[in-house]
Each structure stands twice: as structure tokens, then as C-alpha cells.
Nanobody
Framework: QVQLVESGGGLVQAGGSLRLSCAASGRTVSSYAMGWFRQAPGKEREFVASINWSGRSTYYADSVKGRFTISRESAKQTVYLQMNSLKPEDTAVYYC?????????????????????WGQGTQVTVSS
């Protein structure tokens, strides 16, 4: 099992930027896809972005495409989410997740059931 710790959340004005980090420990995640999901109050947890094990393939929700960038540093066991041009509707708790099966990629990395290790989340609040 892997432990995931998110950081970097906070309060920002609309149009601003934040960079979230997710540090993994307990086992190596270099062979596993990683994802970011978010959950706003009263809503289901939704997919935001994913990156495959090699870092060469990424997916984004339509709502964040062009504004958010996911990346990973395997040597540091860390995944990042750079969020630019933030909007009030981006307000949510953001969760990092590690895939349950190594070497998966493609569209399936956008699906919650393919992840079984989750962080505790970091709050992102965007004011208008």
C-alpha cells in the first residue's frame, strides 16, 4: 500500500494559480498511473487529470483542459498539478490517487475504480 500526501492548496483569487504536490511513500509508484480528482460540497468526486506510469501520456477533464497541467518526478515519487487561470468553480478538495494496477494507461486512467490508494485531500478555494 502507498501513502499519499497532498499539499499546495489554499485560497486564491479568480485568475490566479496554484501548484499542488502529491508525495508518495510506502512503495514505489514509478510503475503506476497517478491521478488527481476533486470533490466540491454536495457533489460527486470527479476526475481532473491523470498521467501514465512513464509520464508520456496525460488526460484532462474538459473543464480544466488548457488550464491545468499534470506532471510527475518519478525519482522524487511526486506528482504535481499546476493550476492556472483558476475559476470559482474549481473550488473543491483535491485528491491524489495511485492506480491499483501497474503499467495501465489510456482512457482508463480517468476512471475512479482503477485507483485504490488515495490521499486525504487539500482544499482549493477560488474567490471571485
Amino acid at each position: 500500500q502507498v501513502q499519499l500526501v497532498e499539499s499546495g492548496g489554499g485560497l486564491v483569487q479568480a485568475g490566479g494559480s496554484l501548484r499542488l504536490s502529491c508525495a508518495a511513500s510506502g512503495r514505489t509508484v514509478s510503475s503506476y498511473a497517478m491521478g488527481w480528482f476533486r470533490q466540491a460540497p454536495g457533489k460527486e468526486r470527479e476526475f481532473v487529470a491523470s498521467i501514465n506510469w512513464s509520464g508520456r501520456s496525460t488526460y484532462y477533464a474538459d473543464s480544466v483542459k488548457g488550464r491545468f497541467t499534470i506532471s510527475r518526478e518519478s525519482a522524487k515519487q511526486t506528482v504535481y498539478l499546476q493550476m492556472n487561470s483558476l475559476k470559482p468553480e474549481d473550488t473543491a478538495v483535491y485528491y491524489c490517487a495511485a492506480a491499483k494496477t501497474p503499467f495501465i494507461g489510456g482512457i482508463i486512467t480517468t476512471l475512479r475504480p482503477n485507483y485504490d490508494d488515495w490521499g486525504q485531500g487539500t482544499q482549493v478555494t477560488v474567490s471571485s
